[in-house]
């Protein structure tokens, strides 16, 4: 499709070299995405960097050109045991990298955990949480010879609480996904595996992510996410720059365009913004098919494409031996590879692969003990399932977590329960087992039982599943108490008959939502509403109908509106229990029954309609266009900035959340620190290292007579002499209009916002440090999230952005001390014009409180000339 190479390869002028991505809000529809070229080479004295460059450029030294080439290239979709494999180097005994998903657990292997997803990870606001997941992930996708696993993500942030794929990321809002993402990557590659940050960038929505033929509509080309400058930075990129700053050792990019260029080809988005400005040392990674050209791809900042060939099973290569045909045609400059190949050395280096690595013991194509080494060309029988058991104890600190990310929304009292009530009553189909069992739909594509994760790649096997209902039961069977369920939503006389009887009643009630190629309820990926699935509204009325102490569960994988029942006397209690993996009955029992006491807090705002939350996700292609016209126009302006900013009443803001005590705080004390004056990065980088000259002769790049080709297998060589025909390319030699200074190795101009990996390391200096006083003021231990927002003050700002957090355990009667800092980034914004984070000279107010909306606490910032 040449629609696809069009944009990157446009030699688009600067219009102002100031403001390459439009400086204001409107219009956006058609925008473009100016080129940046060359793409940056790794900079030798990275923060964290340093060893791990020493290493991988002395391993890729030595490494010839079709050793350089297997490692950027898959070797296509089910060529090898893993999601994604790279080629291998056998004459260094170098097995080839094994990419595998998912973000919340090993997709694909039995053995393994099933981990709380992370948009419900992000309601336990708790840092050591969230690093210890990413931690115990790492552990078990080392035991099963995976080199990157395939998460976290922060793209999407959740733009549209419709977005399918949100519960994948954290939150929409940037700091608390910032904060998760970091830890997460730490946890992960302390662990001996790569992360992989993604998807990168604005991959906001299921439909028409692809191009491709859509039903009646015909071919679609990628919807393309329209953005200002301001919008990236203050918004979709700062989680990114947080993961970079924790060292992620790749990035996936994704599959939509942004202001019109595919993002895998995108040169500003991948050259200047991610490899400039933030500075990333690791690979980049194509989502899966998300590459659509080769030269430009290259030239643009790809690394690693995946899963290798062109369509699933094509045979074909944009890389491969086309990666090495343009090198030997000149098109693409050698250090451009070897760079792609230190940045995927590097990474390896970095989390120590080279003294944990085990090889690969499972099969993602078939959980059998003996199959196919390449399923797809069903060759190679042998042993491919070990089935290592990779869990450890990991089911305690998923049951610790998944409590600890409850959120109560409402109590009237009714809890925490006792064990010792007279009549409990469970209802829902979202309470009991799934009729095929936990993993009874493939990539769990389908709403059936309880709702423990989303739907799509971002899953992985539960090893087991506890329910609610069993649970429950356990519970109060343990206090000798009565117990009755109705897990059909629709036994409309049975529900009426036991809702009577009971004395407390617990409602499970769920949403659901996942990734595009699976369609469930009509829903492709995307929710088509906002509302509880399996007639749960109806069901939460039935029940509490009759039962004047109704108690609501909610698993979701997000925002689901609760306005019909949260008012209702009868309804006694209401809690949004998330995803929360292989423990759910276990979490959630171990909250109703006061074992834990609820500290989570909502990472989202839930509101009366899905129109609250600002604009919609594109359902219908736009008339006229290739590509859907996705357009940001609303800025930095969703979730709680723009009720905020709309005036518009939640039903439960963003960060609330009750407890079975009370806080109170008060004693708020800001203090000024110094710091050195910014100072914006100047000067130029080194020079792209040559680390080989391979010859030019393609003679030396034939198939080796002695290689078994395994079908559709993807390979660096060539199968002819003539460099057209081994192409297999009509368009071979078609000299395109490359943009100008791509192949230029010479030193280039440092970034001013730029400087070390996030972004100018003085964006990280502490500005303020803030304290306040939190008292427990209830009878029960309990947490609580202090949380920070600051007010930037000036027109175009949102009224408050959240900052800073802490989760706090707090004995009853007791006090503690909240601290936290505020750096130059949480007080800077965007300034288009000097293309760099500046202080405005509006007056800025930080809050301290208990969430959004509960802000008892405030001061003016002292002002700072910094
Ligand atoms: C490239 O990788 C393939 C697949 O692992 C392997 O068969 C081949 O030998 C490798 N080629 C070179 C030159 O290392
Ligand atoms: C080279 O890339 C082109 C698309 O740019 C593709 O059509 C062709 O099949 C590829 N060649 C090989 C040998 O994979
Ligand atoms: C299970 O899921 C499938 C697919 O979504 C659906 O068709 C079916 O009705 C569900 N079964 C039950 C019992 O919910
Ligand atoms: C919203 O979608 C769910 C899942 O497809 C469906 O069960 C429900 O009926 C829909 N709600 C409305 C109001 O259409
Ligand atoms: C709930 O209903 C029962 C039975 O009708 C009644 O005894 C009780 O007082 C009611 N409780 C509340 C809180 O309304
Ligand atoms: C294939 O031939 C090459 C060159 O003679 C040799 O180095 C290599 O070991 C052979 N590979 C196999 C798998 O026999
Ligand atoms: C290269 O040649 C092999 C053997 O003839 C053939 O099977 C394969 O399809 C060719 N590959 C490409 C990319 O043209
Ligand atoms: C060089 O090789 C690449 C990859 O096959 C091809 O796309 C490009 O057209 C070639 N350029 C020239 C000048 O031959
Ligand atoms: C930086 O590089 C540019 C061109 O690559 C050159 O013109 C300039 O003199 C260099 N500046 C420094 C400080 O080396
Ligand atoms: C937007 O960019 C234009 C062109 O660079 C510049 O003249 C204008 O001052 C900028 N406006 C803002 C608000 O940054
Ligand atoms: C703040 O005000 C000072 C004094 O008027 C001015 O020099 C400075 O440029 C202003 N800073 C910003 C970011 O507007």
Not at 45 to 51: D, F, H
Not at 91 to 98: E, I, K, S, T, V
Not at 207 to 234: C, I, M, W, Y
Request: net charge negative; hydrophobic share 35%; with cysteine.
């Amino acid at each position: 499709m040449a629609s696809w190479l069009a944009p990157a390869l446009l030699a688009v002028g600067l219009a102002s070299a100031q403001a390459p991505f439009p400086n204001g809000s409107s219009p956006l529809n058609d925008i473009t995405s100016p080129p940046f070229y060359p793409s940056p080479w790794m900079d030798p004295s990275a923060a964290g960097w340093a060893e791990a460059y020493t290493k991988a450029q002395a391993f890729v030294r030595q490494l010839t050109l079709l050793e350089k080439v297997n490692l950027t290239t898959g070797v296509g979709w089910e060529g090898e045991a893993c999601v994604g494999n790279t080629g291998s180097i056998p004459r260094l005994g170098f097995p080839g990298f094994c990419t595998q998903d998912s973000p919340l657990g090993v997709r694909f292997a039995d053995y393994v955990s099933a981990f709380t997803a992370g948009g419900t990870i992000a309601a336990s606001w708790d840092r050591s949480e969230f690093y210890r997941r990413g931690y115990q992930m790492g552990v078990e996708h080392r035991g099963k010879g995976v080199d990157v696993q395939l998460g976290p993500v922060v793209g999407p942030i959740g733009r549209h609480p419709k977005g399918g794929r949100n519960w994948e990321g954290f939150s929409p809002d940037p700091v608390l996904s910032g904060i998760a993402v970091a830890e997460t990557v730490k946890g992960i590659q302390d662990a001996g595996v790569i992360a992989c940050t993604k998807h990168f960038i604005l991959n906001e929505q299921e439909h028409f992510r692809q191009p491709g033929n859509v039903g009646d509509f015909g071919f679609v080309d990628a919807v393309s996410a329209n953005l200002a400058d301001k919008t990236l930075h203050e918004l979709y990129l700062w989680p990114f720059a947080d993961a970079v700053r924790a060292g992620t050792g790749s990035i996936m990019c994704s599959y939509n365009k942004a202001n019109n260029s595919q993002v895998c080809q995108n040169s500003y988005l991948q050259n200047y913004i991610l490899k400039g400005e933030l500075g990333f040392q690791g690979f980049t990674m194509s989502d899966w098919d998300a590459q659509h050209s080769g030269v430009a791809s290259t030239l643009a900042g790809l690394d690693m494409n995946m899963p290798g060939d062109t369509d699933f099973d094509s045979g074909f290569s944009f890389w491969g031996p086309n990666m090495t045909l343009s090198i030997i045609n000149g098109t693409v400059p050698e250090w451009r590879l070897d760079d792609a190949a230190t940045r995927i050395m590097a990474a390896y280096y970095l989390v120590g692969r080279d003294r944990h690595a085990v090889p690969v013991n499972f099969n993602s194509w078939s959980k059998d003990t003996y199959g196919y080494q390449h399923a797809y060309a069903k060759v190679g029988y042998g042993l491919i399932n070990q089935h290592v058991d990779v869990r450890a104890d990991h089911f305690k600190s998923i049951r610790t977590a998944a409590a600890k990310s409850t959120v109560l929304l409402k109590n009237n009292g009714v809890l925490p329960l006792k064990g010792t009530e007279k009549y409990t009553a469970v209802f829902g189909n979202d309470a009991g087992e799934a009729q095929y069992g936990p993993n009874g739909c493939a990539d769990h594509g389908c709403d059936n039982g309880t709702l423990a994760m989303g739907w799509g790649s971002g899953t992985a096997d539960y090893p087991y599943l506890v329910t609610p209902l069993e649970a429950i039961k356990r519970t109060v069977g343990d206090h000798g108490g009565v117990i009755a369920s109705v897990t059909d939503n629709y036994a409309f006389s049975q529900i009426m008959a036991l809702a009577k009887q009971a004395t407390h009643a617990i409602v499970f009630v769920n949403a659901d939502s996942g990734e595009g190629y699976i369609t469930v309820d009509g829903n492709e990926g995307d929710r088509n509403n906002l509302t509880l699935w399996q007639n749960g509204e109806e069901l939460v009325r039935n029940v509490s109908g009759y039962c004047n102490n109704t108690i609501v569960v909610i698993h979701s994988v997000g925002p689901v509106l609760v306005d019909s029942f949260n008012n209702s006397p009868n309804v006694s209690a209401i809690l949004w229990a998330g995803l929360p993996g292989q423990e759910s009955g276990n979490a959630i029992t171990d909250v109703l029954y006061g074992r834990v006491n609820p500290g989570g807090k909502l990472p989202f705002t839930i509101g009366k309609s899905a129109e609250e939350y600002g604009p919609d996700i594109i359902y219908e292609p736009t008339a006229g266009h290739g590509s859907p016209q996705a357009n940001f126009e609303e800025g930095v302006f969703i979730d709680y900035r723009s009720f905020d900013k709309k005036n518009i009443t939640p039903v439960y803001e963003f960060g609330f959340g009750l407890s079975y005590t009370n806080f109170s705080y008060s004693n708020l004390v800001v203090t000024r620190v110094n710091a050195p004056a910014y100072v914006p990065t100047t000067g130029n980088t080194t020079a792209a290292p040559t680390l080989g000259n391979s010859s030019k002769d393609a003679s030396d790049y034939q198939w080796p007579a002695n290689l078994t080709y395994v079908n559709k297998y993807i390979y660096p060589y060539l199968n002819s002499t003539d460099l057209k025909e081994a192409s297999n390319d009509p368009e071979y030699g078609i000299e395109h209009e490359y943009p100008e200074g791509a192949t230029d190795g010479s030193p280039q101009p440092r970034i001013a916002a730029g400087g070390g990996p996030g972004g100018n390391p003085q964006l990280w200096d502490v500005l303020y440090k803030v304290t306040a006083t939190v008292t427990n003021n209830g009878a029960v231990a309990g947490d609580e999230v202090a949380q920070l927002y600051v007010s930037l003050g000036g027109p175009e700002d949102p009224p408050v952005v959240l900052r800073n957090f802490d989760r706090l355990t707090i004995a009853p009667g007791q006090s503690v001390e909240f601290t936290a800092d505020i750096t130059r980034r949480d007080v800077s914004n965007w300034d288009t014009v000097s293309q760099n984070w500046v202080i405005s000279n509006s007056t800025k107010t930080v809050y301290v409180g208990a969430s959004s909306r509960k802000l008892p606490l405030k001061a003016t910032l002292p002002s700072s000339s910094y």
